[in-house]
């Protein structure tokens, strides 16, 4: 499974990255390579069934706590 993951992915940035290399989109290249790591990253720990933190939790502690911020 694993394998196909990373195959998936290769082939994801060999079709994307040559192009953003080509036209000299260098923003364009970093925000893509961020997002892909992010993505595989998250991808690898659901296949290896490791729990994953949910963003959620901590967007309401930023909101609530920090922020004041409630909603009724």
Same mark, same amino acid.
């Not at 082939?11 to 000299?24: N, S, Y």
């Given at each position: 499974?694993? #394998? /196909?993951? &990373?195959?998936? !992915?290769?082939?994801?940035? %060999?079709?994307?990255?040559?192009?953003? *290399?080509?036209?000299?989109?260098?923003?364009?290249?970093?925000?893509?390579? #961020? /997002?892909? &790591?992010?993505? !595989?990253?998250?991808?690898? %720990?659901?296949?290896?069934?490791?729990? *994953?933190?949910?963003?959620?939790?901590?967007?309401?502690?930023?909101?609530?706590? /920090?922020?004041?911020?409630?909603?009724?």
């Amino acid at each position: 499974m694993i #394998v /196909l993951l &990373s195959a998936g !992915f290769v082939i994801l940035v %060999l079709m994307e990255g040559p192009g953003l *290399i080509r036209e000299k989109s260098w923003r364009e290249l970093v925000a893509y390579s #961020v /997002l892909m &790591s992010v993505a !595989f990253a998250v991808s690898l %720990l659901h296949i290896l069934h490791i729990e *994953i933190p949910n963003p959620v939790r901590d967007t309401q502690y930023l909101v609530q706590g /920090l922020l004041r911020l409630s909603y009724r």
